[in-house]
């Protein structure tokens, strides 16, 4: 499984950006997705996660009304869709699969990583 993170760069407080992950594996349609962050200096954070059939959908507390998860199996894609973007967003956005369809929210259950993209914030 390999995964690809893109659409970070640099924007200004209070604006939108989209993210795209994209999976080079046959399976993408039976894998729950997520979206962790990682801020300097601090611990790898849950954002978002997708079920399959992007039925479900889970957030951060603190996310919830802000971003939006989304997916595109056809596409082998998933999406995250973050608005009203706040210098505390900064951070390096990452995908990743459990490799089976089960939800979670640890990075502890996640066995497949893409690289990341930087998101930065200014005030």
């Known amino acids: 499984v390999q995964l690809q993170a893109s659409g970070g760069g640099l924007v200004q407080a209070g604006d939108s950006l989209r993210l795209s992950c994209a999976a080079s594996v046959r399976t993408f349609s039976g894998y729950f997705m997520g979206w962790f962050r990682q801020r300097p200096g601090k611990e790898r954070d849950f954002v978002a996660g997708i079920s399959w059939n992007g039925g479900s959908t889970y957030y951060a507390d603190s996310l919830k009304g802000r971003f939006t998860i989304s997916r595109d199996n056809a596409k082998n894609t998933m999406y995250l869709q973050m608005n009203s973007l706040t210098p505390e967003d900064t951070a390096v956005y990452l995908c990743?699969?459990?490799?089976?369809?089960?939800?979670?929210?640890?990075?502890?259950?996640?066995?497949?990583w893409g690289k990341g993209t930087l998101v930065t914030v200014s005030s």
């Open positions: 990743a699969t459990n490799g089976y369809g089960l939800a979670a929210r640890s990075p502890m259950a996640y066995a497949y």
